[in-house]
């Protein structure tokens, strides 16, 4: 809510005065002040925008930082160095162990495009710490040959990612490294649905089902296989029908108890919707779908009831979803 993270954003301005009081803090309420509200271009609450020396030009944008810790790191990766250089493995371990997660790049040498693109995505993703080598020893210790990024989570790799220039952006990356902030599938809730949309992940996949149901974890554990394939594409979500407090996610998708387990794919950009053309729901179903999605085959789903079988006999016929086109145009 925006009164948390305004008293987040206080809590910041609070332990930052000592350390860093050349950062200043501001709030504005734009409901009386129209002209900045128009002039920065405000459409969503709360927006925090940090300007950099003085100017009034192209402020930056800080995006789905809640905490008052991310906040600090948030802007102290944009006034200072955005990572810690490792130089030993004992550094290396102390930093791959001192939180949940940890991303390290590994490099060749410190002055290349991948760099310089996993230098910014840290500055962008707060909410864990950043290393990178290019120590002889430290790749050693870890197996790693080429520029690598690799997270951590509770001090073992969990994903590497080969760094090629100009074959990945900040927000391929920031996209991807921000999905481990989440399990690899979710289940919607109250809470998750604020971190779910925090993660910026235009993609993702439904899956509708009762948790109680017997083959509940047959076809879990199925999607959970798919899901590792599209991790940084397309965001895996569960969501349990049984929950009577998930009733408006139903009816948003449209989803009737015969039609369970049921598959859809949101894109949050368009708000297209797309439904798994396969019943089952199978490992080899759930990628064929994911893939022809992403090479943007998949067929759009639109919501409708069934034509009534006396649709054109009066003089006004009747329309629904699946005969709207046809007719129409």
């Known amino acids: 809510s925006s009164q948390n993270l305004s008293e987040e954003f206080a809590e910041a301005a609070r332990r930052l005065k000592k350390e860093a009081p050349r950062i200043q803090f501001g709030k504005i309420d734009v409901t ?68 949940d997660l940890a991303v390290i790049g590994f490099f060749k040498e410190l002055h290349n495009d991948s760099v310089e693109v996993f230098c910014e995505t840290a500055r962008d993703v707060p909410e864990m710490p950043f290393g990178m080598t290019a120590s002889e020893d430290v790749c050693v210790k870890y197996g790693i040959q080429k520029n690598t990024l690799v997270v951590f989570k509770k001090g073992k790799p969990v994903h590497n990612e080969v760094l090629e220039a100009g074959r990945q952006n900040k927000l391929d990356l920031t996209r991807l490294i921000k999905t481990f902030t989440l399990d690899l599938v979710t289940e919607y809730n109250l809470e998750t649905s604020v971190k779910i949309f925090d993660v910026p992940v235009e993609n993702h996949i439904l899956l509708f089902t009762p948790r109680n149901s017997e083959t509940f ?39 009737r108890e015969v039609d369970v ?19 089952e729901v199978t490992v080899e179903n759930l990628k064929e779908f994911c893939q022809s999605y992403l090479n943007g085959k998949a067929k759009l789903h639109l919501s409708s009831e069934e034509i009534p079988e006396d649709w054109d006999k009066r003089p006004v016929k009747v329309l629904v979803g699946k005969n709207f086109n046809r007719i129409v145009f």
């Open 32 to 99: 009386h002040q129209h002209d900045l509200r128009k002039e920065f271009n405000i459409r969503e609450f709360p927006t925090v925008k940090f300007f950099v020396d003085g100017s009034r030009e192209d402020p930056i944008d800080c995006k789905g930082v809640r905490q008052a810790s991310a906040f600090i790191t948030w802007l102290k990766r944009r006034t200072g160095p955005s990572t810690v250089l490792i130089n030993s493995t004992d550094q290396a371990e102390a930093i791959i162990h001192a939180d």
């Open 217 to 255: 974890n047959a076809i879990y554990e199925n999607y959970k296989s798919a899901a590792a394939e599209f991790r940084g594409k397309i965001m895996f979500v569960l969501v349990d029908t049984n929950e009577t407090r998930n009733g408006r996610v139903f009816e948003y998708f449209r989803i």
């Open 261 to 279: 387990p049921a598959v859809r794919i949101l894109n949050l950009t368009s708000d297209a919707k797309y439904k798994m053309p396969a019943d």
